[in-house]
């Protein structure tokens, strides 16, 4: 499946010349296209990059610093054999060769993953609160409250680098009555999956101090989940796509109930293969629990299906979304408070956004490539394990990707920005 070409934010490639001289890039975004024009400046004289290919005045090619350099620039010739290395043949003509250390415009390939985030806005979320910040000493706050500033910094931090998307469930029409009025969900998600979608998320949610008149409802959490899947099915784009699921109970509403006994007194079981069969088409699941506690419900008529254990359905849930933790006793993401929460919806971010970027052209002086994420330099020096260390590596001795560790993978995840400068022996 052919991937789009996206751009996180002001993500550049640049190709640096063989002198060490100063570079301009600038980044035209056309679409789903981003192409990345860079002048370079060769032996003290700058040119304009505008096609893939260069041309540098035999004048100044020649370079006394660098390997990539001679004066074989210009030279008439038939194939690339007939030129210097480092050159190629162009139009009758030896000129440097872009995967080396001349100028070129190139396009690279970002996966930014398109996700829809699955939000309980069920009675609940606001008629209990939890600890938000850990500290007793402060006051309790309400689940919605949380998960609306959580929400909040997720679109934040990762607008640059996820196609966001939001569906709520039960709806901003559903009621708080015994009937059906309480599991209402909207057919469509009340935010479609879109680059820079984090301010439209957050106007669309109910606001952050909202009470028991703007949420409201059950636990239709298998009909919400089916408004995601449905969108997600429908967008054909070539990216990765993923759901996060977010509850603070037991889900009902069943679409299949008899009587409101069943609606809203019995867990609804038929969510689990929902959540499987998206899995199996290639839709994971990511599962997240709020206050969620190991025990089992009372069977008592109070809108909460009975005799159910929501700890396990989630497990299970988490199972069949296809991307549960590794515990086996926890296997969704639960959270006790606002920070526990905060920190399970990046991980999950962090999960679905790459660090491994591919490199195009390959360069062909791998040991002079310098590295700046977000504004932080890391040099040429590749980090020997990426597990503990921060900076870069590359993935093989195919140079044909390099994975970010650590810090600089953070970093570029929220931001998308990075710079892989291509050097040449002799360029400082």
């Known amino acids: 499946m052919k991937r789009s070409i996206v751009v996180f934010s002001a993500t550049v490639l640049s190709l640096a010349g063989c002198n060490g001289g100063e570079q301009e890039t600038e980044s035209e975004s056309n679409g ?51 030129c210097a ?27 930014t993953p398109n996700v829809v985030l699955v939000l309980d806005k069920s009675g609940s979320m606001v008629a209990n609160s939890w600890d938000g910040d850990a500290d007793p000493n402060t006051p309790d706050v309400t689940r919605w409250f949380s998960l609306y500033n959580v929400v909040d910094f997720i679109a934040t931090q990762f607008n640059n680098s996820m196609n966001l998307g939001m569906v709520l469930y039960p709806s901003k029409k559903a009621k708080s009555e015994y009937n059906i009025n309480a599991c209402l969900v909207e057919a469509s998600p009340d935010v479609p999956s879109a680059p820079q ?42 990216l990765p796509q993923f759901m996060v699921l977010v509850t603070d109970g037991a889900a009902n ?19 689990t293969q929902t959540i499987a069969d998206a899995a199996t ?22 809108g909460n299906p009975d005799s159910t254990n929501t700890f396990q359905k989630l497990n ?32 999950i971010a962090q999960q679905v956004l790459p660090c491994v970027i591919d490199l195009n052209p390959v360069p062909a002086y791998p040991d002079f490539v310098e ?11 590749q980090v020997t394990d990426c597990a503990t260390e921060d900076g870069w590596q590359f993935v093989d001795d195919t140079y044909m990707q390099i994975q970010l560790c650590g810090q600089a993978c953070a970093d570029f ?12 022996p002799g360029s400082g």
């Open 253 to 271: 509403c069943s679409l299949e109930a008899a009587d409101e006994a069943e609606r809203f007194e019995v867990y609804d079981d038929a969510l």
């Open 316 to 347: 299970e849930l988490a199972v069949a979304g296809g991307v549960p933790k590794n515990d086996p006793n926890e296997q969704f993401y639960n959270s006790q408070n606002q920070i526990e929460l905060q920190d399970a919806l990046t991980a």
């Open 281 to 302: 088409n290639g839709i994971p699941t990511f599962v997240v629990g709020i206050d969620i506690k190991d025990e089992v419900s009372e069977a008592k008529q109070d």
């Open 197 to 238: 979608n984090g301010p439209t998320i957050l106007a669309s949610m109910p606001p952050a101090a909202a009470t028991s008149s703007e949420i409201a409802g059950g636990t239709p959490a298998r009909a919400g989940m089916i408004t995601a899947i449905t969108h997600l099915s429908g967008i054909q784009d070539g």
């Open 371 to 381: 590295v700046t994420v977000n504004g932080v330099e890391y040099g040429k020096t």
């Open 85 to 111: 290395d480092g050159f190629v043949c162009m139009d009758g003509s030896c000129e440097f060769d872009p995967s080396d250390c001349g100028e070129a415009v190139i396009e690279i390939p970002i996966t």
């Open 413 to 424: 995840q929220g931001s998308g920005n990075l710079d892989a400068q291509y050097k040449c």
């Open 32 to 82: 789903s296209n981003t192409t990345i024009n860079v002048t370079i400046t060769t032996s003290g004289s700058a040119t304009d990059s505008s096609t893939s290919s260069s041309t540098t005045d035999s004048s100044t090619s020649k370079s006394s610093e660098s390997d990539a350099t001679s004066d074989t620039t210009g030279n008439e010739c038939v194939e690339d054999m007939d």
